[in-house]
């Protein structure tokens, strides 16, 4: 079989999850806009061209009265990026430390759409997922909350994979923020038994100091996830 039917046929195993290219998280009127964050769609828009088994998209959307919101939060201290002991409604003994943040990815509203940059007519509108839905509980992942035991909330991102034909044995992740939601979702992936990849070019990270670049890619390949640049991976010149 030639290179290029090999390449063709790997692709077909392979998932792209596209991740919260959303207004919000955009420069220059996104409330928690990430440095660079629109700079990231061209090359998105190209490797979305190539045909991966699965294309994936997905979106916050969070209810007015969302718990990651520091509005909703009375005392002095929980203020915006601030943090918050976050406990699990479902099980007491669970705690998870997260960040507060302005209000965000609101449902319905302009600063949750998607980029106008982000060219989406190859991904199937059933593989469009929104998640963070559930306002008791902050949900990095697209596949689930931030709470290992007795999760509230749970997307259908996981059925989308198991369930695809042919079988999906990779999954790339791209999109914001590097170090939140492209994170958890990554490691979901690998924990799911997914060979899983973020490409580094297609991200970018709130934290964009080298000290957390290095932290980053430490974590994520600590957890079985691989860190490239799109550049790295031949066939992605196909």
């Known amino acids: 079989m030639?290179?290029?039917?090999?390449?063709?046929e790997a692709l077909a195993h392979m998932a792209l999850i596209v991740v919260d290219l959303?207004?919000?998280?955009?420069?220059?009127?996104?409330?928690?806009?990430?440095?660079?964050?629109?700079?990231?769609?061209d090359g998105i828009n190209k490797i979305l061209r190539l045909p991966f088994g699965l294309k994936v998209c997905t979106q916050d959307w969070h209810p007015q009265d969302h718990i990651s919101f520091a509005s909703n939060h009375t005392t002095a201290e929980d203020k915006a990026f601030s943090e918050f002991a976050h406990q699990n409604p479902r099980n007491s003994a669970e705690t998870v430390t997260i960040t507060l943040w302005p209000d965000h990815c609101v449902q319905g509203s302009d600063g949750a759409k998607l980029i106008q940059e982000l060219d989406i007519s190859a991904i199937d509108p059933a593989n469009m997922v929104k998640k963070g839905q559930d306002k008791?509980?902050?949900?990095?992942?697209?596949?689930?909350?931030?709470?290992?035991?007795?999760?509230?909330?749970?997307?259908?991102?996981?059925?989308?994979?198991?369930?695809?034909?042919?079988?999906?044995?990779?999954?790339?992740?791209?999109?914001?923020?590097?170090?939140?939601?492209?994170?958890?979702?990554?490691?979901?992936?690998?924990?799911a038994g997914f060979r899983t990849v973020v490409f580094e070019d297609l991200s970018r990270a709130i934290d964009q100091s080298e000290t957390g670049k290095d932290e980053l890619r430490r974590e994520l390949r600590v957890h079985g996830v691989a860190v490239k640049n799109s550049s790295d991976v031949s066939f992605l010149a196909l």
Do not use: Y
Not at 2 to 8: G, V
Not at 172 to 186: E, I, R, S
């Open 22 to 41: 959303q207004e919000d998280f955009c420069p220059p009127n996104g409330p928690l806009a990430v440095t660079g964050g629109r700079d990231v769609a």
């Open 2 to 8: 030639a290179s290029t039917e090999l390449q063709l």
């Open 136 to 191: 008791r509980v902050e949900m990095w992942s697209a596949f689930q909350d931030c709470f290992k035991h007795n999760s509230c909330e749970q997307s259908n991102l996981l059925e989308l994979l198991k369930g695809h034909s042919p079988t999906i044995t990779d999954v790339t992740v791209v999109g914001l923020a590097m170090d939140f939601c492209v994170k958890h979702t990554a490691l979901d992936a690998a924990a």
